[in-house]
């Protein structure tokens, strides 16, 4: 099922009042890694990159 554009403007407007971004840079091929890794614990890349934060970081809120 396609979104509608109203759809995907509430999308965006939900997610700019609601999260951060942050862009992260890793080497050539190690993009394909984490995301191996991320599958394999049935995770997406933001989830397991989210959870491995939480766990180093106490101040980080769920």
Do not use: C, F, W
């Not at 190690?30 to 766990?55: C, W």
């Amino acid at each position: 099922m396609a979104y509608s554009e109203a759809q995907k403007k509430a999308v965006k407007k939900y997610n700019t009042k609601s999260y951060d971004e942050i862009k992260l840079r890793v080497k050539k091929g190690n993009k394909d890694i984490i995301q191996k890794h991320a599958e394999s614990r049935n995770e997406t890349v933001n989830g397991m990159l989210n959870r491995l934060l939480e766990n180093e970081i106490p101040e980080i809120k769920e």
